[in-house]
């Protein structure tokens, strides 16, 4: 990763956002059976509910993140990709950094995400067990899914400035 790295709320105008999105999906329905897949389509993406991050490493996309927030104190995290050749370089930490400050900052109580139960999916779980994320149940409105990995992250608020 470079010094440059530069992460940013995205309104998914761009045709870059929209060519990685179609390749988390494209990647998602090759390797997950298709009603087991609960990646976003970019339309979905553009509610009010949802706050959308793109990481830019030397002027290119490296990745994107999103949060939802399905009140009730409790956010979830949606979209999670980094471009293949940018793998590897610490851009999914911290994109997930910037997404649980937010949450912090929203005050959230509960972060939640569903990713695979699959060999594939084993990156990204570990990841998110480095945030403290541990395995849990459907929350929200999912259901029981035997392809679905559900975890969650309790959070405490951000330490208010002195």
Avoid at 51 to 79: M, R
Avoid at 85 to 106: F, H, P, S, W, Y
Wanted: glycine share 6%; proline share 6%.
């Amino acid at each position: 990763m470079s010094k440059t790295l530069e992460i940013r709320i995205d309104d998914l105008n761009g045709p870059e956002i929209a060519e990685l999105l179609q390749c988390h999906l494209d990647h998602m329905y090759s390797i997950t059976p298709a009603d087991s897949v609960y990646a976003l389509e970019m339309q979905a993406l553009r509610v009010p509910e949802i706050t959308f991050w793109t990481a830019w490493n030397d002027g290119k996309l490296a990745g994107c993140v999103a949060l939802k927030d399905h009140g009730e104190d409790l956010g979830e995290i949606k979209s999670m990709h980094t471009a293949t050749e940018m793998r590897g370089q610490g851009i999914a930490r911290k994109l997930v950094e910037t997404l649980l400050d937010e949450a912090r900052r929203r005050n959230f109580v509960r972060l939640s995400l569903e990713t695979g139960r699959t060999e594939h999916f084993l990156p990204a779980q570990k990841l998110y067990e480095t945030f403290g994320f541990t395995a849990s149940g459907p929350f929200a409105d999912y259901g029981p899914d035997p392809h679905s990995y559900f975890m969650t992250l309790e959070l405490s608020p951000l330490a208010a400035p002195k």
